[in-house]
Nanobody
Framework: QVQLVESGGGLVQPGGSLNVSCTTV????????MAWFRQAPGKEREFVAV????????GYADSMKGRFTISRDNDKNTVYLRMNFLRPEDTAVYYC??????????????????WGQGTPVTVSS
């Protein structure tokens, strides 16, 4: 059984920064491909960033490149998303996801079997 628990969401002003975390529980999950997705009200869930085990390969959606950074601490079974220069359009519920299949090309929700409950991020003044 794999469980993912996100934390760290909240309210931040435009231009600000925020860290969200995803702690994982389960056998072999630290070797999984881990990704962040987000879903804004009325919109489909969209890819944000991906990290393959052990963390050397990463990928980002175009609008997040240079602003967001995904990282993982395998000793702590935790994946992080550092978000800088936040914009109001970044407002969404952010979800972490895990896949047993390797690769930074895995960028669609259907490729991920395990999901966290989501943590809300609101960017507003």
């Amino acid at each position: 059984q794999v469980q993912l628990v996100e934390s760290g969401g909240g309210l931040v002003q435009p231009g600000g920064s925020l860290n969200v975390s995803c702690t994982t529980v389960g056998d072999y999950v630290t070797s999984y491909t881990m990704a962040w997705f987000r879903q804004a009200p009325g919109k489909e869930r969209e890819f944000v960033a991906v990290s393959t085990w052990p963390g050397g390969s990463t990928g980002y959606a175009d609008s997040m490149k240079g602003r967001f950074t995904i990282s993982r601490d395998n000793d702590k079974n935790t994946v992080y998303l550092r978000m800088n220069f936040l914009r109001p359009e970044d407002t969404a519920v952010y979800y972490c996801a895990a896949s047993s299949r390797w690769g930074t090309s895995r960028r669609t929700p259907s490729e991920y079997k395990f999901w966290g409950q989501g943590t809300p991020v609101t960017v507003s003044s």
